[in-house]
Nanobody, 115 residues
Framework: EVQLVESGGGLVKPGGSLRLSCAAS????????ITWVRQPPGKGLEWVST????????YYAESMKGRFTISRDNAKNTVYLQMNSLGSEDTAVYYC????????WGQGTQVTVSS
């Protein structure tokens, strides 16, 4: 069974940082890109970032460039999203999904940026 489990969300003050984790199981992790998607309250899904299967290529939405860093540890079947300089606009539920097609999703982790 394919499973993706996000963790690391929480409440952070504006300007702060968080690191999200996405632990994967049930498939050959090395063979898949992993994508982060978020959903702000009352809004639709927004693509955040994708990392290729061999970590050679990383992609970011424009508003995340320079603030977010995606990485992966294939030995741990885990992808990370380091988020810096967080603002209220980053408040959302953050999901990780398998591949750029997002064929499987995790349950999400809440990130709230507030003073």
């Amino acid at each position: 069974e394919v499973q993706l489990v996000e963790s690391g969300g929480g409440l952070v003050k504006p300007g702060g940082s968080l690191r999200l984790s996405c632990a994967a199981s049930g498939f050959n992790f090395d063979n898949y890109a992993i994508t982060w998607v978020r959903q702000p309250p009352g809004k639709g899904l927004e693509w955040v970032s994708t990392i290729s299967r061999n970590e050679g290529n990383t992609y970011y939405a424009e508003s995340m460039k320079g603030r977010f860093t995606i990485s992966r540890d294939n030995a741990k079947n885990t992808v990370y999203l380091q988020m810096n300089s967080l603002g209220s606009e980053d408040t959302a539920v953050y999901y990780c999904a398998r591949s750029s097609r997002c064929d499987y999703w995790g349950q999400g982790t809440q990130v709230t940026v507030s003073s």
